[in-house]
Nanobody, 118 residues
C-alpha cells in the first residue's frame, strides 16, 4: 500500500487549499485515514480522521475550517482547508490504518508543504 499526498502550496491568510491523498496497492480494508501535520520544531499532530463508515472527527483548532472527505471509490482522501491561518503552516501527512484480518498495519504518505503567509 502506498499513499501519495499532494496539493500543498503557498496561500495567504484567509485563503483555501485542498490536499489530496491517493491510495494505491489494493489494501485489504482501510479502517480509517487521517491527516497529520508537523510544523518546524514541533511534534507531529493529528488534524482529522475519516472512518471507513464515513464518520469524521477533527482537532479542535481546525474544526469548522477543515473538512476531510473521500472519493466514492475510497481511493483518495481529501482535506479541504479554509480560513487558513499562519499557525496552519506545516508539512501535512496522510496516514492509513489497514486491517489485514490478522493485524493492523500503518502507512504514511510523504508529506506536502502548506505555507500560510500573513
Amino acid at each position: 500500500v502506498q499513499l501519495q499526498a499532494s496539493g500543498g502550496g503557498l496561500v495567504q491568510v484567509g485563503g483555501s487549499l485542498r490536499l489530496s491523498c491517493a491510495v494505491s496497492g489494493s489494501p485489504f480494508s482501510i479502517v480509517y485515514m487521517d491527516w497529520y501535520r508537523q510544523a518546524p520544531g514541533k511534534a507531529r499532530e493529528w488534524v482529522a480522521r475519516i472512518m471507513n463508515d464515513g464518520s469524521t472527527s477533527y482537532e479542535a483548532s481546525v474544526e469548522g475550517r477543515f473538512t476531510i472527505s473521500r472519493a466514492n471509490a475510497k481511493d483518495t482522501v481529501y482535506l479541504q482547508m479554509s480560513s487558513l491561518k499562519p499557525e496552519d503552516t506545516a508539512v501535512y501527512f496522510c496516514h492509513a490504518r489497514e486491517d489485514t484480518g490478522t493485524r493492523y498495519l500503518d502507512y504514511w504518505g510523504q508529506g506536502t508543504q502548506v505555507t500560510v503567509s500573513s
